[in-house]
């Protein structure tokens, strides 16, 4: 009677540890995302609060960020669940998920969650950019050519994806 028992633990330990390494890379790839929410959050608060007539564009330039990494969030997890051929792990975490524009096209068609995020995002990239995104773009490279003025989130960032590459996935 133990002996059918032990060879089961043994058949479903692979598959355990197979989990918890799935469960500890998606969760670092999540943080990698978190942290670059973060990073863009602070990066247009410093813009609106030395113009605040970029409070509307600062937001719609937020939103397509939050639309394209949560479609990355979906995606990096559907393709670890169901396709890993779209993940390279031998590259910084910012580069595991591999999507070409045509692939979220494609993905944008399909009748599920990953293709309504898919299609959010590509709906995004499809249209008129805001009237005054080159002046949030133009004070984006006016805070970044004055490193003091970022120094504090862009610290921040920099901090969370060293913690982040840190994180040793078995």
């Not at 043994?10 to 973060?38: E, G």
């Not at 299609?119 to 995104?133: G, I, L, T, Y």
């Amino acid at each position: 009677m133990k002996l059918p028992a032990l060879l089961l633990s043994l058949a479903l330990l692979p598959t355990s540890a197979m989990a918890a390494s799935d469960t500890c890379v998606s969760n670092k790839y999540h943080q990698y995302i978190d942290a670059s929410l973060s990073w863009y959050e602070s990066l247009v608060a410093l813009s609106v609060k030395k113009d605040e007539n970029l409070k509307e564009v600062g937001q719609w330039f937020l939103d397509g960020r939050k639309h394209h990494f949560e479609l990355n969030r979906q995606a990096f997890d559907w393709f670890l669940k169901n396709d890993q051929s779209r993940l390279d792990f031998s590259q910084s975490v910012e580069s595991w998920l591999k999507l070409s524009q045509q692939d979220v096209k494609t993905i944008s068609q399909q009748d599920d969650e990953l293709g309504k995020f898919a299609k959010q995002a590509f709906d995004d990239r499809q249209s008129k950019p805001h009237p005054k995104n080159y002046e949030l773009r133009s004070a984006f490279a006016d805070l970044l050519s004055h490193p003091g003025d970022i120094e504090k989130p862009l610290n921040a960032y920099n901090e969370k994806i060293t913690k982040i590459e840190n994180i040793e996935c078995k």
